[in-house]
């Protein structure tokens, strides 16, 4: 079952940070909620299907007219920080 | 008093001038002064003012209305019940949200659920945890906890919640009200926060059957804006409203009223069949025996989409933000602080699900119980026309009594989880009382027919007459 190294690297997977604590503690819990979850592995399904989605998923195409705008400030509006007209960021390297 | 009624019921006494609908909204907001403190069901108030336009369609014009705080309103905070989306401001309306402005409903205000909808008690919102209405020491149930326990305590007539693994139907029977899961594509999804898109559908919480289908009504059709819409002609749901369940085969799932199950709740059920019986619906038995496998393909299926819709919340384009020296660890602390424990709990398993050399055996094996939860389904609506069970394995539990141990919370939504996996249609409604708490009975209905649901529910609140309201001052 899972363990402590593997929910750190699960987590940095997610961009998560999980403290000392946590981990030991997401350990414990994931490893209960997986042990019931393997369950399913008692049933033999090679010759089934799997299923995404319950209703048939079809391409949804249009023309392409833009005909709802979003105007940039309203884009901005939620934006932790911005500048210039743009979403501004860290600095990455 | 005016805040007891259902919005039928309001509509025609405000059609016939018994008051105005400013009384009406007045009645309301003081109900919410006076029981809003013991029940915490909004997160966020808002006031509007009547609409004098007699020419609106449908019965919902000036009925106060609550909406689940996962859904988009324009320029009102949507938070999700979440510190990530704490200050968060839509910038469009959901697509249900622009139907109900249309129908001139008078918005309440948004209501607290767990954070993103992950959750069955409500206990998950980073903001305060909602009560239930007939027991303030218990919870609501939830994911949609806050629109259930203000449509039972009187705070709006009628809400919208959403319903992933029984997020309506789980909180309508802990609170005594009814709640509807629609089809799968049936109700725009637009504007919706997504948890997990395959199974997310919005759906009516509202006293009594008949405002059900009506609500239905007014938010059902197809939308461009979502492509998982399905484009067919939406029924007049409001002329299922018939008593006339002669003939109709009923079929109990048998592994749903086995084990597990309260006895409690066992016998109100079952009394309830009893009485749908001797209205002349035929009561069979039917087996899906694959459906114990459904808890554990959901909790591996729900939590991998979700992983995947929650990466959009980076700290970049809106929401909170945590500072930090670099993107990466930007991120990092960003979802950290601002995502609740559970909401993580979900992220991590999703991942781990999804990630090599685990995918095939836990998310690819899910997909395929799905498959045969569907071929279940169909199989005993070969035998039924409707297939029924009681909606939770017990009533309303205590605040704090599951919040250590998750997947005993996860547990209670055994008997709703088959509905959004097979993307089929699902009510619950109040069926009596279990050591004074509410029981709901769950109706399930083949692929798009909403009617049959609809019809046998409501033979079935006219036959119990369950008439109980919970005593909150």
Same mark, same amino acid.
């Given at each position: 079952m899972i363990d402590k190294k593997e929910v750190e690297y699960i987590a940095n997977l997610a961009r998560l940070e999980v403290s000392e604590k946590e981990a030991k503690k997401f350990t414990s819990q994931l490893g209960v909620i997986l042990e019931h979850v393997a369950k399913i592995s008692e049933i033999g399904t090679k010759e089934i299907k799997p299923t995404s989605h319950a209703v048939e998923i079809n391409n949804v195409l249009r023309e392409d007219k833009v005909d709802n705008e979003v105007s940039k400030e309203e884009s901005l509006s939620n934006a932790p920080d911005s500048e210039e007209g743009a979403f501004k960021v860290p600095r990455i390297i | 008093m005016l805040y007891e009624l259902t919005a039928y019921e309001l509509n025609k006494k405000l059609q016939k001038k018994e008051f105005s609908s400013k009384e009406l909204t007045d009645a309301v907001n003081s109900r919410i002064e006076s029981v809003e403190k013991n029940v915490d069901a909004y997160v966020t108030f808002?006031?509007?003012?009547?609409?004098?336009?007699?020419?609106?369609?449908?019965?919902?014009?000036?009925?106060? @209305?609550?909406?689940k705080d996962n859904i988009c309103t324009k320029g009102i905070k949507t938070t999700c019940s979440s510190k990530i989306l704490e200050n968060y401001v839509p910038i469009y309306d959901a697509t249900v949200v622009k139907k109900l402005k249309e129908a001139r409903v008078a918005f309440t205000g948004k209501t607290n659920l767990d954070e993103f909808a992950m959750g069955s008690s409500t206990e998950n919102s980073a903001f305060k945890i909602t009560k239930n209405p007939w027991d303030t020491k218990r919870?609501?149930?939830?994911?949609?906890?806050?629109?259930?326990?203000? @449509?039972?305590?009187?705070?709006?007539?009628?809400?919208?919640?959403?319903?992933?693994?029984?997020?309506?139907?789980?909180?309508?029977?802990?609170?005594?009200?009814?709640?509807?899961?629609?089809?799968?594509?049936?109700?725009?999804?637009?504007?919706?926060?997504?948890?997990?898109?395959?199974?997310?559908?919005?759906?009516?919480?509202?006293?009594?059957?008949?405002?059900?289908?009506?609500?239905?009504?007014?938010?059902?059709?197809?939308?461009?804006?979502?492509?998982?819409?399905?484009?067919?002609?939406?029924?007049?749901?409001?002329?299922?409203?018939?008593?006339?369940?002669?003939?109709?085969?009923?079929?109990?799932?048998?592994?749903?009223?086995?084990?597990?199950?309260?006895?409690?709740?066992?016998?109100?059920?079952?009394?309830?069949?009893?009485?749908?019986?001797?209205?002349?619906?035929?009561?069979?038995? @039917?087996?899906?025996?694959?459906?114990?496998?459904?808890?554990?393909?959901?909790?591996?299926?729900?939590?991998?989409?979700?992983?995947?819709?929650?990466?959009? $919340?980076?700290?970049?384009?809106?929401?909170?933000?945590?500072?930090?020296?670099?993107?990466?660890?930007?991120?990092?602390?960003?979802?950290s602080?601002?995502?609740?424990?559970?909401?993580?709990?979900?992220?991590?398993?999703?991942?781990?699900?999804?990630?090599?050399?685990?995918?095939?055996?836990?998310?690819?094996?899910?997909?395929?119980?799905?498959?045969?939860?569907?071929?279940?389904?169909?199989?005993?609506?070969?035998k039924a026309d409707v297939l @029924?069970?009681?909606?939770?394995?017990?009533?309303?539990?205590?605040?704090?009594?599951?919040?250590?141990?998750?997947?005993?919370?996860?547990?209670?939504?055994?008997?709703?989880?088959?509905?959004?996996?097979?993307?089929?249609?699902?009510?619950?409604?109040?069926?009596?009382?279990?050591?004074?708490?509410?029981?709901? $009975?769950?109706?399930?209905?083949?692929h798009l027919d909403e009617m049959t649901v609809l019809k046998t529910a409501y033979a079935l609140e006219q036959t119990i007459e369950f008439k109980e309201k919970p005593k909150l001052n």
């Open positions: - | 808002i006031e509007g003012k009547p609409d004098n336009n007699d020419n609106v369609a449908g019965i919902f014009r000036n009925i106060p @209305v609550a909406v919870v609501p149930g939830g994911s949609s906890g806050g629109s259930a326990a203000a @449509v039972a305590a009187g705070e709006c007539i009628a809400a919208l919640g959403s319903d992933t693994g029984g997020s309506i139907r789980q909180p309508a029977s802990f609170c005594g009200v009814v709640g509807m899961k629609p089809t799968y594509g049936l109700v725009s999804r637009y504007g919706l926060v997504a948890f997990a898109s395959s199974l997310d559908q919005i759906g009516p919480i509202t006293k009594d059957v008949t405002d059900c289908a009506h609500l239905l009504k007014a938010i059902a059709g197809h939308d461009a804006f979502d492509s998982t819409s399905l484009n067919t002609e939406i029924p007049d749901y409001p002329k299922a409203l018939t008593s006339n369940v002669k003939g109709l085969k009923i079929g109990v799932i048998k592994e749903l009223v086995a084990e597990g199950i309260e006895s409690g709740i066992e016998h109100v059920f079952s009394e309830a069949a009893k009485k749908l019986e001797s209205k002349g619906a035929q009561i069979v038995e @039917v087996s899906m025996p694959h459906i114990e496998y459904a808890l554990p393909a959901y909790y591996l299926i729900a939590p991998s989409e979700a992983s995947s819709n929650l990466a959009r $919340f980076d700290g970049v384009r809106y929401g909170f933000r945590a500072q930090a020296e670099d993107l990466l660890e930007m991120y990092k602390k960003t979802r602080v601002g995502f609740g424990e559970e909401v993580k709990r979900r992220i991590m398993l999703g991942t781990y699900a999804l990630s090599t050399g685990y995918f095939e055996a836990y998310y690819g094996q899910a997909q395929k119980i799905r498959t045969l939860i569907i071929e279940d389904f169909k199989k005993a609506f070969e @029924v069970s009681p909606t939770t394995p017990s009533t309303a539990f205590e605040i704090g009594e599951k919040t250590d141990d998750p997947l005993q919370m996860y547990l209670s939504d055994i008997a709703t989880i088959p509905a959004n996996l097979a993307g089929i249609p699902a009510i619950s409604v109040p069926c009596g009382l279990s050591e004074g708490l509410p029981v709901g $009975f769950q109706i399930m209905g083949k």
